[in-house]
C-alpha cells in the first residue's frame, strides 16, 4: 500500500537559517513525488515535483528536494528561511490517477 | 497558468439543508478532478476521483449518496453535499489534472460549517 510518513509535526527554525523537512514513502512502482505548501484556510501550493531524471530537483520559492531511492526519501529543503515560509508542507507520492499525501509538518520561522 | 478556482470560499448552512461547491479550472482542461476533505490540523483524504463525463469513482468509507460529484465539462466539477450535518462541516479542497499531465493543481478550497 502506498504511504507517506513525515516524521516531524512542527518544526521552528530561526529566519535566514537552513530547514530540511522530512518524508519517507512507500509505493511499488517508481513514484511521483510532490512537495505542496497551504498557507492557513488556503488551498494547496505545488512547490517542486520528481518524476525521473535528475534526483536534485528544485522548485519555487528557494525550495529544492533531492529523491534518495535507497532511503525512499524525499526531503524538503531550503538554504535560508523567510518568515513568509511559516506554512503547513505536505509531501504526496503517487502514480497517475491518486496522490497519497502525508500527515503534514508545521514550519514556524522564528525571528 | 494552471489556475483552479472554488466557489463559495465560506459557507454556513442550517443542518439538513444541501450545499454545492464548485470547481473549476480557469486556465486548462480538466479531465481528472479530485474532491479532498481535511479537518483541522490534519492532511488531506481524498473523497473522490471524477473524469469528465463518467461517474465520479469514491474512495471506500465515502457516502456516494450524500457527497454527489458532477464533472458535466472540461472546466467544471461540483460537489454537493445532501442533507448536511455538523458532522459534515469541514474544508474541502478540489483539485484538477489535464490529460496526460501527471500534475495535480489545487482549488483555495471551501470551509463549509453546519449548524
Known amino acids: 500500500a502506498q504511504s507517506v510518513t513525515q516524521p516531524d509535526i512542527h518544526i521552528t527554525v530561526s529566519e535566514g537559517a537552513s530547514l530540511e523537512l522530512r518524508c519517507n514513502y512507500s509505493?511499488?512502482?517508481?513514484?511521483?513525488l510532490f512537495w505542496y505548501v497551504q498557507s492557513p484556510g488556503q488551498g494547496l501550493q505545488l512547490l517542486l515535483k520528481?518524476?525521473?531524471?535528475?534526483?536534485l530537483v528544485q522548485g519555487i520559492k528557494g525550495f529544492e528536494a533531492e529523491f534518495k531511492r535507497s532511503q525512499s526519501s524525499f526531503n524538503l529543503r531550503k538554504p535560508s528561511v523567510h518568515w513568509s515560509d511559516a506554512a503547513e508542507y505536505f509531501c504526496?507520492?503517487?502514480?497517475?490517477?491518486?496522490?497519497?499525501f502525508g500527515t503534514g509538518t508545521r514550519l514556524l520561522v522564528s525571528p | 497558468g494552471a489556475v483552479v478556482s472554488q466557489h463559495p470560499s465560506w459557507v454556513i448552512c442550517k443542518s439538513g439543508t444541501s450545499v454545492k461547491i464548485e470547481c473549476r479550472s480557469l486556465?486548462?482542461?480538466?479531465?481528472?478532478m479530485f474532491w479532498y476533505r481535511q479537518f483541522p490540523k490534519q492532511s488531506l483524504m481524498l473523497m473522490a476521483t471524477?473524469?469528465?463525463?463518467?461517474?465520479?469513482?469514491?474512495e471506500q468509507g465515502v457516502e456516494k449518496d450524500k457527497f454527489l460529484i458532477n464533472h458535466a465539462s472540461l472546466t467544471l466539477s461540483t460537489l454537493t453535499v445532501t442533507s448536511a450535518h455538523p458532522e459534515d462541516s469541514s474544508f474541502y479542497i478540489c483539485?484538477?489534472?489535464?490529460?496526460?499531465?501527471?500534475?495535480?493543481?489545487f482549488g483555495p478550497g471551501t470551509r463549509l460549517l453546519v449548524l
Open positions: 483539485s484538477a489534472r489535464d490529460r496526460g499531465v501527471e500534475t495535480q493543481y
Open positions: 509505493y511499488g512502482a517508481t513514484p511521483y
Open positions: 520528481y518524476f525521473s531524471g535528475d534526483t
Open positions: 504526496a507520492v503517487g502514480g497517475f490517477q491518486k496522490l497519497v
Open positions: 486556465d486548462f482542461q480538466a479531465t481528472t
Open positions: 471524477s473524469n469528465e463525463g463518467s461517474k465520479a469513482t469514491y
